[in-house]
């Protein structure tokens, strides 16, 4: 049974840092991008940042480039996003998912997804 459990999220000041994580068993971790998408309440989900199997290979939206990093460690099954000068704007459930292949930015593309993990930016 394949699981991603997302961690690391919270109340945050404008301007301020979080960094989640995403812990991934059930599944052979180093044969999967990982991506992170967001969803704020009343839209859709969307793409933030996705890492290729290797971790040489990352994409971002433009709306987080400069301010978000995502990186993995295979060794621990586990894929970070490091986010800087958040804003209000981030505020969101952000969850990680496992891509065989395919387009990283496309959630469609997804196999298996986290429950989520709250972020919330007060202004």
């Known amino acids: 049974q394949v699981q991603l459990v997302e961690s690391g999220g919270g109340l945050v000041q404008a301007g301020g840092s979080l960094r989640l994580s995403c812990a991934a068993s059930g599944l052979t971790f180093s044969n999967y991008g990982m991506g992170w998408f967001r969803q704020a309440p009343g839209k859709e989900r969307d793409f933030v940042a996705a890492?290729?199997?290797?971790?040489?290979?990352?994409y971002y939206a433009d709306s987080v480039k400069g301010r978000f990093a995502i990186s993995r460690d295979n060794a621990k099954n586990t894929v970070y996003l490091q986010m800087n000068s958040l804003q209000p704007e981030d505020t969101a459930v952000y969850y990680c998912?496992?891509?065989?292949?395919?387009?990283?930015?496309?959630?469609?593309?997804?196999?298996?997804w986290g429950q989520g993990t709250q972020v919330t930016v007060s202004s």
């Open positions: 890492v290729s199997w290797s971790g040489d290979i990352t």
């Open positions: 998912a496992a891509i065989m292949s395919g387009k990283p930015r496309d959630s469609f593309e997804y196999d298996y």
